[in-house]
Every structure is written in structure tokens, then in C-alpha cells.
């Protein structure tokens, strides 16, 4: 991507974003910002594309931003980068992974909330801590925390600015997995490999439905059969089914379908 700090490459199906910053803790610029919401632009716009990993270099997986950055360039009006690379985030297709080691503070986590899979090392921790540097919550995380743990954890979070260890982050639902130390970026890839043969396109309209805003059960009912109808019309779907009879035929071959 042209920038030390972040370094993008894309390896078969997945798109890597590293955070290459340990002197720092990883901490965030306006460049980085810029450079990160360049990639996930650029995944949008690559069918071959299916999977994109967030990690983090050194002991920490990102300390928020930086603060000397953040105050001689503070993210003012409807477009800084920091605001692009959210954008990005909330409106992905593709499907994000996070492998996360030590500390994740402020957008270190709230980014997390927009990704589809969380590894974080037993060594992790989350901390949301805005209201202490008289800040607001930022990433919808002030929607998206409550909406995930309740109110009065939330408050916990966001209010008094708790710091949570990986354990409790997975009881909360603020992780996938807890893996061992070393682990995380492995297993992501692990991950993404197992993603990368289910059928992109049915990967993307699920997430897509996952994501809606639609939350009364007939709507999304409704949402589903449009979804629904329109997979049934795909190559995708026809390559799949072909692949099915001939697998059936075949003497003493069971079947996804006939397992179900």
C-alpha cells in the first residue's frame, strides 16, 4: 500500500491487512486510516476476494489511535480517513476476520463489532475507554455493544470504560475463539481457507441478510425469500447441484444433502 505501517497483500482468496507499528503499539494514524480503507476498497472491487484478516504486529493488536495524530489532525467534517475506514468496515461484503493479541483499545475493539469472525489470544484485551479521554463512542459501538451484551453491560464498557480479558470478551460475545498464545493469525487463516470453498456468492448474500436492519420476523421473512429466489437463478447454485447428482450416482458416496 505504500505505507510502512500497513501492509496489505492478498493470498489466494484472502486480503491481509497488517498493522505494522509495535514501537507505537500499533497505534493509529490519519495515513493508516487512509491506507486500510484503501484495501477494503480494494477487496470490494475484487471478486476473488473473499475473506479479509486484520492483524496487528508485536505484543499488541491495536492501541487506538495515536494521540499527538489525533490532536494536531483531528478527524473534522463528513469525510477524514478514520471515517472511511469505518465506512468500510460497516458496509464490507466480504467476510472479516480479526486475529488479536494483547491490547485492542478504543477503535482496537469497536472495529471488532464489524468483523464476522474474532480470534483473540489469551493474552487479549478490550477496553473502550472514550468517555475517560472525554470522547464518545465511535463505530456505532454506542448501537452495537448494547444490542450485543444488554444495557447495563454495555454501560460497563462504554460508561466506565472497563477493561475486559479474552475470557470474559467470549462470554460477552465480543469474540468468536480464544486461542492459545501465537495462535490468532494462524488460526485466521485456518479460518479463511475454510471460507474460501463455500460458495462467495451465498457467503455474501448471507451476511448481507446477518446485517439488515430489518428486525421484525416477517420482514426478514420476506427479505430471505427475495434472497432465496434470487440464489436459485445462480451458476453458483446450478454448479453445486450438478456436482450433488454426480456424487449420488456414484455407487456408495453419501451426500451433503442426504447427511442433512
Not at 462470554?171 to 487463516?189: I, K, N, S
Request: a neutral charge.
Amino acid at each position: 500500500m505504500g505505507l510502512p505501517e500497513i501492509s496489505s497483500h492478498q493470498e489466494g482468496a484472502t486480503l491481509s491487512i497488517h498493522i505494522d507499528r509495535p514501537a507505537k503499539r500499533n497505534a493509529l494514524t490519519a495515513e493508516m486510516y487512509a491506507a486500510m480503507a484503501a484495501a477494503l476498497a480494494q477487496a470490494e472491487q475484487d471478486d476473488a476476494i473473499r475473506t479479509v484478516i486484520f492483524s496487528g504486529a508485536g505484543d499488541n493488536f491495536c492501541a487506538g489511535n495515536d494521540l499527538a495524530d489525533f490532536i494536531a489532525r483531528p478527524p473534522i467534517g463528513t469525510d477524514p480517513p478514520v471515517f472511511r475506514f469505518i465506512r468500510g468496515l460497516a458496509t464490507a461484503s466480504k467476510i472479516l476476520v480479526a486475529a488479536v493479541q494483547g491490547n485492542a483499545i478504543g477503535i482496537g475493539t469497536t472495529m471488532l463489532l464489524h468483523c464476522d469472525f474474532v480470534l483473540a489470544e489469551e493474552n487479549a484485551v478490550f477496553q473502550m475507554p472514550f468517555v475517560d479521554l472525554a470522547l464518545v463512542p465511535e463505530a456505532a459501538s454506542s448501537l452495537l455493544v448494547p444490542n450485543l451484551i444488554g444495557q447495563r453491560r454495555a454501560a460497563e464498557l462504554l460508561l466506565l470504560g472497563e477493561r475486559v480479558d479474552a475470557g470474559r470478551a467470549f462470554e460477552l460475545g465480543l469474540v468468536t475463539r480464544v486461542v492459545p498464545a501465537g495462535r490468532a493469525l494462524p488460526e485466521a487463516h485456518r479460518l479463511a481457507a475454510r471460507l474460501a470453498e463455500k460458495p462467495a456468492g451465498a457467503l455474501r448474500a448471507t451476511k448481507i441478510l446477518m446485517k439488515s436492519p430489518t428486525r421484525d420476523v416477517q420482514g426478514r421473512i420476506e427479505e430471505e425469500n427475495m434472497a432465496f429466489s434470487a440464489r436459485l437463478q445462480t451458476p453458483e447454485l446450478r454448479e453445486i447441484i450438478a456436482r450433488f447428482f454426480q456424487a449420488r450416482a456414484k455407487p456408495g458416496t453419501a451426500t451433503a444433502g442426504e447427511a442433512a
